[in-house]
């Protein structure tokens, strides 16, 4: 009996630890991620004098001492190397009613050129700044301080030099559908 028990436990750890040791599947883990909800934001750069700007649901508020921000980049998107080149970042929080401008910068525009930056107002920080979001929920200027590789993607940390908020609900994304916080 006693025997037997330790034998099913025994099969029980391995599998589980067969199951860490084979990892999951890239298609696993975008499966589980459409649970994750994120926040929906848009970074900008300017390189050369031209604007880009992505939409992204990776922001992360990193550390208040001092004030630093994070976000995940496909090393694909132009926006990374631009990032790299321009060493400065905006990251501007949508806020719920501002989901076309997520579709937009996200390559998916509802009329009109991608990357359109006519679809929002922007208020112009001055020569060399980053503009500040019109209607957004944070909208923030960030100078590049670390870049890390990881995967697919470049995590960018930046020093946040200007912010400005609104009381607005933010965007948020879950399951693949745009929503809004609500108390629960
Ligand atoms: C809600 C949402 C969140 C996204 N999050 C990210 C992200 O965190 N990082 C990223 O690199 N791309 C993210 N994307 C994808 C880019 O916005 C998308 O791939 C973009 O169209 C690529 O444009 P590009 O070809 O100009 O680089 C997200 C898209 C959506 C709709």
New binding site residues.
């Given amino acids: 009996m006693r025997n037997t028990m330790s034998r099913q436990i025994q099969t029980a750890v391995s599998k589980s630890l067969a199951t860490v040791a084979d990892g999951v599947s890239r298609e696993e883990f975008l499966q589980a991620m459409k649970q994750a909800a994120s926040l929906?934001s848009v970074i900008t750069t300017t390189v050369g004098g031209q604007r880009k700007a992505?939409?992204?649901?990776?922001f992360l508020s990193v550390s208040a001492d001092p004030p630093l921000m994070s976000?995940?980049?496909?090393r694909n998107?132009?926006?990374c190397q631009a990032m790299k080149d321009s060493k400065t970042f905006g990251i501007h929080v949508l806020s719920d009613a501002q989901s076309y401008v997520?579709d937009n910068?996200?390559?998916r525009p509802q009329s009109g050129d991608s990357y359109d930056f006519s679809c929002v107002e922007w208020l112009e920080q001055g020569e060399g700044r980053e503009a500040l979001m019109e209607g957004a929920s944070i909208s923030a200027e960030c100078e590049v301080e670390t870049v890390v590789d990881a995967g697919s993607?470049c995590i960018f940390i930046g020093a946040v030099t200007n912010i400005k908020t609104d009381e607005k609900r933010p965007l948020l994304?879950w399951n693949r559908l745009y929503g809004f916080p609500s108390h629960a």
Avoid: D, I, P
């Fill in positions: 929906v992505l939409t992204v649901g990776s976000v995940c980049v496909n998107s132009r926006m997520a910068f996200a390559g993607h994304y």
